[in-house]
């Protein structure tokens, strides 16, 4: 049974999670790095600064002491930026001591060097978590779920028993929960879309319509396609909720941080003036690479990964991603 959920990272996503699964009745602290957001939240009394009408329920704990956010934990829910996963789960390993609790991992990202998942990463840091952590991705914007949006994500990891127990703690309105055993083309799947997001985000800047935006998703789900299987994912996933669902999600919509930083790429405006514009973090900027050492690696033919990578790494114009479409 879990009754106690520790859950790292008070962003928005974390912040609407944690509020969710304390609506059933579970004990759940938040453990959160900066101190000057943990004080923010105090200071309004358990306001959220970057969620407009959301306050934290009363009997939700928000806290840096880590050592504090695990006592007596059943579950750990990491949702901070994919940078940050490595060394929090290598400060969670020092503390479980080979203590084995069950991790779901709500970031999205591969690692640069590595091009590991986070689950791969949090269960290199702590080997005891071996086949106990799980990936929780799919078409969910935080806001939306904060007004109660019905919304599907998808839970997959490869202990199917652990899947079942797990579960319970998500699915709830207005979260409905699809299991899947595919948790390396889940996370990868994630990892690409928001790559892609930006290329959406770059045409809508240069002032493209439908007929452009349908040639883009078109490609942009052939390219996501063959990085999943490349990476060992499967199919079923692409076409699913963490794959064509999420790409719908995040490549369509101004709610979404990977699209709004392509919109302004798109305008002419400087990456980083882009990136301060928007003030938060956006996963597919820091994902670009990965993706793109990945496909180099693969000899994949991805020319709108490749565009996204180009128009990030080495400042090429916007236009780069219209010469993508074949323009």
């Known amino acids: 049974m879990i009754n106690k959920v520790a859950v790292f990272g008070a962003g928005v996503w974390g912040s609407v999670l944690a509020q969710h699964i304390a609506k059933q009745g579970r004990s759940v602290v938040v453990w959160e790095y900066f101190e000057h957001l943990v004080n923010k939240i105090a200071e309004h009394g358990g306001a959220h600064p970057h969620i407009p009408g959301f306050h934290f329920r009363r009997d939700i704990v928000i806290t840096r002491d880590m050592d504090a956010a695990l006592a007596d934990a059943d579950l750990i829910l990491i949702v901070t930026s994919s940078k940050s996963v490595r060394r929090l789960a290598h400060d969670i390993g020092i503390r479980l001591r080979g203590k084995r609790i069950p991790v779901v991992s709500a970031a999205k990202g591969i690692e640069d060097e590595s091009l590991l998942t986070l689950t791969e990463i949090i269960e290199q840091e702590i080997p005891a978590e071996k086949d106990c952590v799980m990936a929780f991705s799919g078409p969910s914007f935080a806001l939306e779920v904060a007004h109660a949006m019905p919304t599907k994500i998808v839970l997959a990891g490869r202990n199917r028993r652990l899947l079942e127990r797990t579960v319970p703690v998500f699915n709830s309105y207005p979260i409905s929960v699809e299991l899947s055993d595919d948790p390396t083309g889940v996370q ?100 670009v690479e990965s993706i793109y050492s990945f496909a180099c690696a693969k000899k994949l033919n991805v020319p709108l990964i490749n565009a996204v990578h180009d128009i990030i790494r080495k400042g090429s114009p916007a236009e780069t991603v219209l010469h993508a479409l074949g323009f």
């Open 188 to 287: 990868w799947a994630g990892a690409a879309k928001n790559v892609l997001a930006i290329a959406c985000g770059v045409a809508e800047g240069l002032g493209k319509t439908i007929n452009t935006k349908a040639a883009l998703v078109t490609l942009a789900m052939r390219e996501m396609h063959d990085v999943v299987l490349a990476a060992g994912g499967t199919g079923e996933t692409v076409y699913g909720l963490a794959g064509l669902g999420d790409f719908i999600l995040t490549g369509t919509s101004t709610l979404s941080r990977n699209t709004r930083l392509g919109i302004k790429l798109g305008q002419g405006k400087a990456l980083a003036q882009a990136r301060g514009e928007i003030n938060t973090v956006t996963e597919g900027a820091d994902s």
